[in-house]
Nanobody, 120 residues
């Protein structure tokens, strides 16, 4: 079994900052990719940022220069530092991971989501 748990969402004024955290735990052999997606009301889920085990990062154009993804491999944890937040960043943020379990199969897992609300 694998659990993915996010924390750190909340309400912030435009221009402010928040930091999201996500911990993956359980029957993990190796984590390949960790990242964040978000879904705003009435919209499809979209990529925010991902980071591979070697540290290669990928960002959505809309967050480049404002958000920073980082990862602690020893703790199976990924972080998303969000600065200069805009009203349009309001969404439920989901942690994503692609990992290999101890039975040597690769799976995708998602967290339950954490709400980020930016007031204008």
């Amino acid at each position: 079994q694998v659990q993915v748990v996010e924390s750190g969402g909340g309400l912030v004024q435009a221009g402010g900052s928040l930091r999201l955290s996500c911990l993956a735990s359980g029957s993990i052999f190796r984590i390949n990719v960790m990242g964040w997606y978000r879904q705003a009301p009435g919209k499809q889920r979209e990529l925010v940022a991902t980071v591979t085990s070697s540290g290669t990062t990928n960002y959505a154009d809309s967050v480049k220069g404002r958000f920073t993804i980082s990862r602690d491999n020893a703790k199976n944890t990924v972080y998303l530092q969000m600065n200069s937040l805009k009203f349009e960043d309001t969404a439920v943020y989901y942690c994503y991971t692609n990992l290999r379990t101890t039975n040597q199969y690769d799976y995708n897992f998602w967290g339950q989501g954490t709400q980020v609300t930016v007031s204008s």
